[in-house]
């Protein structure tokens, strides 16, 4: 079964610029997350979609961060416009249900703001 | 408020040593979950175990092993005769229901020849 999908690894970006983030989550999976991981630190959750509604927002900077899942499959996760203090690595994870359903992260997309 | 405390930022042992990291949680809920999950060098992070708050016996898969006490509130993580491919950065972390994931600070483990 293949795992979660992110494009792309890497990406620089000067501050002020727009950039956009992609996930495929497991296949079955209703509920999908996307986390920040900033460097010496464990992930804080961004945001949480149940197919494709959002069940929790609270930590998203919605001021320049945006989500969306269409279709209740992918996602893209988009910063505009980048801060340098969003130098992080992005994670997303799927789990088959919201609760307590064991997550599984995709490798994550490294972000550098400079 | 939920937290998860993982008191050791750094641990360096000898291949075949035994090595305990340790995760100290809070939370007002009597239900919850607990999971371990393994940041390898390459960044993505591998589940490795998750536990409910009803299920306090401890779980033994080949060199590993954890520990739920919650009269300490704690759920500690042992790896037996480590070897060189244990080296990575370990987190402890907590959901309630809702499914967020409250993460620890991680543990980096250093596992030398």
């Known amino acids: 079964e293949a795992g979660v999908a992110q494009s792309p690894r890497y990406k620089i970006i000067e501050k002020r610029q727009s950039v956009a983030f992609w996930c495929n989550p497991i296949?079955?999976?209703?509920?999908l997350y996307w986390y920040q991981q900033i460097l010496g630190q464990g992930p804080k959750l961004l945001i949480q979609?149940?197919?494709?509604?959002?069940?929790?927002d609270s930590q998203l900077p919605k001021d320049r961060f945006s989500a969306e899942r269409l279709k209740g499959v992918d996602s893209t996760l988009k910063i505009q416009p980048a801060k340098l203090e969003d130098s992080a690595v992005y994670l997303c994870a799927s789990s088959q249900d919201s609760g307590t359903d064991t997550q599984y992260f995709g490798p994550g997309t490294r972000l550098t703001v400079l | 408020a939920q937290k998860v405390t993982q008191a050791q930022t750094e641990i360096s042992v000898v291949e075949k040593e035994d090595v305990t990291l340790d995760c100290v949680y809070e939370?007002?809920?009597?239900?919850?979950?607990l999971f371990w999950y393994k940041q390898p060098p390459s960044g993505e992070l591998v589940f490795l175990i998750r536990r409910n708050s009803f299920d306090e016996q401890n779980e033994i898969s080949g060199r590993y092993s954890w520990n739920f006490q919650k009269s300490t509130s704690s759920f500690n993580f042992t790896i037996t005769a480590s070897q060189v491919v244990d080296s990575a950065v370990y987190f402890c972390a907590l959901s309630e229901w809702g499914g967020k994931l409250i993460f620890g600070q991680g543990t980096e483990l250093s596992v030398k020849p």
């Open positions: 979609f149940q197919n494709n509604g959002v069940v929790d």
């Open positions: 939370t007002r809920d009597t239900t919850y979950y």
């Open positions: 296949s079955g999976h209703a509920t």
